[in-house]
């Protein structure tokens, strides 16, 4: 069989089955580093919050406003060079996918009806969100629910850190300095 | 006497008569038992706008209080909207409650989704740092308040475990998102439901309260639990409940909270308007496959007494 009929069959294969050219990076691996990436993230929250007053489990408002502050301003600093990606880094595909698994067809129509409710672009609180790194998530804007199923779906965090989802975006929300850690833009279906 | 009686203005009897049966007088009554043993509390949701319907019902909790001395009150979620500053916690909660604080009463919230997780650090919402915990106030009653906001593995283990555990006859849960609801706006949090209604039925839960949509709903027991929507203790969507099969009680017309007595395998309830009036009452009986004992001799760390 001539070069050119060989490479016109193995094309039309390709296309015809879905088949694609190269094979995906191990999601495996990709996940690994993810979550290296967020326990590192946490260890940061930890170890600039140890260096602040402890906040009493009964504090006074003054407290928890003032710890808050200190928080998220020692969290700015020690990671001022931060850019988006930095922490869903090359997992950001497998989000994707696993998000689009969740959220698509009729199957994820109640799943995308959950992200809807408190999501800030649909409530009537403030002007709208501008997602950027160690931005502050604006206190007048409620949190969006996240879809049990798909939190068990996901990698799990740490403790200091939440899936969120602001419009079709998905963010990693430090909760309790109130910042935009990283996000992915225009994951939801 | 009769001669007494017989001199009473006719017309002044015929008044009193009229009067007693006004809407007015016959729905401001206290139709708990008040019993002398009884667990006593008060239910509200999404309260925190500080504005004046928040401090209406909070001075009616007050009035009522004065007749039924509820011990604590469970919260709902969205406790303080538009932001957690000193002077959100000051108008949105410390004041409308103060009379309440003063008399001792305490207050056990739960996280919603205008909430601010720094929330369960505030010594009077008694969260103990937890975003999700439980308390015995009286042995054999047991809350358990959870973040449905994020309903994540650690949390679902946390409650499976601790309702396997608990054994106490009442069971309670409370939490923002409602597993059932008629609300147009909001409506049934189904995703949550397929998680968290399982355990609910698998270990004896008995009532559970939820706010986020902005009225009171008494839903239809659903595989034998009784769940109420209570968000109407400051926000108010008026109009907002669908006809649905769901629906045994509804009222959105008027903010309210809610009171109510546990004396053995009893729940009381009364639902109680912005203006006083009664919305709803009425008694939960306990089912009796509940286990008798509460298997826990220690308090875990997340009990608060």
Not at chain 2, 263 to 286: K, L, P
Request: charged residues 25%; hydrophobic residues 35%; glycine residues 8%.
């Amino acid at each position: 069989m001539k070069t050119r009929t060989r490479l016109c069959v193995f094309l039309s294969l390709v296309f015809l089955t879905g088949t694609p050219l190269y094979a995906p990076a191990s999601d495996v691996d990709n996940v690994k580093e993810f979550r290296a990436r967020v326990e590192e993230y946490a260890m940061l929250h930890r170890s600039v919050e140890g260096k602040l007053p402890a906040l009493p489990q009964k504090a006074t408002p003054d407290q928890i406003a003032a710890h808050q502050q200190g928080l998220t301003e020692a969290i700015r600093t020690a990671r001022s060079k931060a850019k988006r990606g930095d922490v869903f880094s090359k997992a950001q595909d497998y989000f994707r996918r696993a998000i689009a698994a969740e959220l698509k067809g009729k199957a994820g129509l109640t799943a995308r009806q959950t992200i809807q409710e408190g999501n800030p672009t649909n409530e009537a609180s403030g002007g709208p969100m501008i997602l950027s790194v160690n931005a502050g998530y604006p206190p007048e804007a409620s949190l969006s629910a996240m879809p049990p199923p798909l939190l068990l779906r996901l990698p799990p965090l740490p403790d200091e850190l939440n899936y969120r989802f602001v419009g079709r975006h998905l963010i990693l929300h430090d909760k309790d300095a109130d910042i935009i850690v990283d996000f992915i833009l225009n994951v939801a279906p | 006497m009769r001669k007494q009686l017989d001199a009473m203005p006719r017309r002044f009897v015929v008044l009193l008569l009229f009067l007693a049966s006004l809407p007015c007088f016959a729905q401001k009554q206290l139709s708990l038992p008040n019993k002398p043993d009884s667990l006593r509390f008060a239910v509200m949701g999404d309260t925190g706008t500080g504005g004046k319907t928040q401090y209406d019902v909070a001075r009616q909790m007050a009035q009522w209080r004065t007749k039924f001395p509820f011990e604590f009150v469970l919260m709902l979620g969205d406790n303080l909207y538009g932001g957690g500053s000193p002077r959100d916690y000051e108008q949105k909660f410390e004041t409308p409650y103060k009379p309440l604080m003063d008399a001792g009463v305490k207050f056990y919230a739960s996280l919603g989704n205008h909430d601010d997780a720094n929330q369960r650090f505030y010594k009077n919402f008694n969260m103990n740092g937890e975003r999700y915990y439980t308390f015995r106030p009286k042995p054999g009653i047991r809350f358990f308040a959870l973040d449905s906001n994020y309903m994540d593995r650690a949390q679902l283990a946390w409650l499976q475990e601790e309702l396997r555990s608990s054994g106490s006859e009442w069971k309670i849960c409370y939490f923002h998102y409602p597993l059932y609801s008629s609300g147009d706006r909001h409506g049934s949090d189904e995703q949550l439901r397929a998680v968290l209604e399982p355990l609910f039925v698998e270990f004896g839960v008995s009532v559970v309260f939820s706010g986020h949509d902005h009225f009171y709903e008494r839903i239809k027991p659903q595989k034998g639990i009784y769940y109420f929507v209570s968000g109407a203790g400051g926000q108010l969507r008026r109009g907002n409940i669908r006809t649905t099969d769901l629906t045994a009680k509804g009222f959105d017309q008027d903010n309210h909270f809610m009171i109510l007595e546990i004396a053995g395998d009893e729940m009381y309830f009364q639902t109680i308007s912005r203006t006083g009036t009664i919305v709803d009452s009425g008694v939960i009986q306990r089912p009796k496959e509940n286990l008798k004992e509460d298997s826990k001799d220690v308090p875990n760390k997340a009990d608060l007494k």
